[in-house]
């Protein structure tokens, strides 16, 4: 798996974004805010997933005030979180890499915990996880929101998260080993939100660890996440990545039982 060559940066912060024009230019300000007290400084990439607001418009001008060097990603049309989380993490630079989503909904000193995990050599890759017992939500999803995460977790991925010993799967506050982030992203072909599942089974399919960190977390009610329109096409992706890593998961739960006895 060829990588982009790492440069001297430390870290580099991809934020996807979709329609995002009133949004982006709060966590270009907050992600640039952090950058300039990082060690070894760092760069955000804006992948933009083919808005058709002026969200690439409006992240062009922050990024010409920024501190920090900001990048904007244009993807020419709307192709899925997934496929912007890739593009920009396959076109970043930094000895780490994460991705965000979009609103702020985790401040970004909380990255901090990761990349010491990363350091101590505990894993190559660091998830922020809102289900951990000290984790804090400022503010809670929607009661119909909190029904769909529970049907989806249970009925879907329970199993995928027993055995990777995870409680949370689709925090969108991730932290990688740059060159393993763009190994295993180079690799991977979800286009749409089911993108951190694919890249959890190619994590494990190669070896690496993955641990999960606490973080404070606030609902962004403006998520372009819409449960009710993904539904079909969630269910589609589990039912493919479920039969393209069958042998992942079948070797995981061997493990486990052999770990067991």
Same mark, same amino acid.
């Given at each position: 798996?060829?990588?982009?060559?790492?440069?001297?940066?430390?870290?580099?912060?991809?934020? #996807?974004? =979709?329609?995002? !024009?009133?949004?982006?230019?709060?966590?270009?300000?907050?992600?640039?805010? =952090?950058?300039?007290?990082? #060690?070894?400084?760092?760069?955000?990439?804006?992948?933009?997933?083919?808005?058709?607001?002026?969200?690439?418009?409006?992240? &062009?001008?922050?990024? !010409?005030?920024?501190?920090?060097?900001?990048? @904007?990603?244009?993807?020419?049309?709307?192709?899925?979180?997934?496929?912007?989380?890739?593009?920009?993490?396959? &076109?970043?630079?930094?000895?780490?890499?994460?991705?965000?989503?979009?609103?702020?909904?985790? #401040?970004?000193?909380?990255?901090?915990?990761?990349?010491?995990?990363?350091?101590?050599?505990?894993?190559?890759?660091?998830?922020?996880?809102?289900?951990?017992?000290?984790?804090?939500?400022?503010?809670?999803?929607?009661?119909?929101?909190?029904?769909?995460?529970?049907?989806?977790?249970?009925?879907?991925?329970?199993?995928?998260?027993?055995?990777?010993?995870?409680?949370?799967?689709?925090?969108?506050?991730? @932290?990688?080993?740059?060159?393993?982030?763009?190994?295993?992203? !180079?690799?991977?072909?979800?286009?749409?939100?089911?993108?951190? @599942?694919?890249?959890?089974?190619?994590?494990?399919?190669?070896?690496?660890?993955?641990?999960? =960190? #606490? @973080?404070?977390?606030?609902?962004?009610?403006?998520?372009?996440?819409?449960?009710?329109?993904?539904?079909?096409?969630?269910?589609?992706?589990?039912?493919?990545?479920?039969?393209?890593?069958?042998?992942?998961?079948?070797?995981?739960?061997?493990?486990?039982?052999?770990?067991?006895?």
């Amino acid at each position: 798996m060829n990588t982009k060559t790492t440069e001297t940066i430390g870290l580099s912060i991809v934020i #996807p974004t =979709f329609q995002e !024009a009133r949004k982006v230019g709060g966590d270009i300000a907050a992600a640039s805010e =952090f950058l300039t007290r990082f #060690p070894d400084g760092g760069e955000i990439l804006i992948a933009d997933d083919g808005s058709r607001d002026q969200t690439a418009d409006v992240a &062009e001008q922050c990024a !010409a005030r920024s501190p920090v060097s900001v990048r @904007v990603l244009r993807l020419e049309r709307n192709r899925g979180k997934g496929c912007a989380v890739r593009t920009g993490i396959l &076109e970043s630079r930094g000895r780490y890499v994460m991705f965000a989503d979009s609103g702020c909904c985790v #401040p970004y000193q909380e990255a901090m915990t990761g990349i010491e995990l990363i350091q101590s050599g505990r894993c190559q890759i660091a998830h922020g996880s809102r289900k951990m017992s000290v984790s804090h939500i400022h503010r809670p999803q929607s009661w119909y929101r909190r029904l769909c995460s529970r049907l989806f977790h249970w009925l879907l991925i329970h199993d995928l998260k027993r055995l990777a010993n995870l409680t949370d799967t689709q925090c969108g506050f991730k @932290v990688y080993d740059g060159q393993i982030a763009r190994c295993l992203y !180079a690799v991977s072909t979800i286009d749409g939100f089911m993108f951190d @599942v694919e890249i959890i089974l190619l994590a494990m399919k190669y070896g690496y660890r993955i641990c999960e =960190f #606490p @973080v404070d977390w606030s609902w962004d009610p403006d998520s372009r996440l819409k449960p009710s329109h993904e539904a079909i096409k969630v269910l589609r992706d589990l039912i493919w990545l479920k039969h393209q890593y069958g042998d992942v998961l079948s070797t995981q739960r061997n493990q486990s039982k052999s770990a067991a006895q």
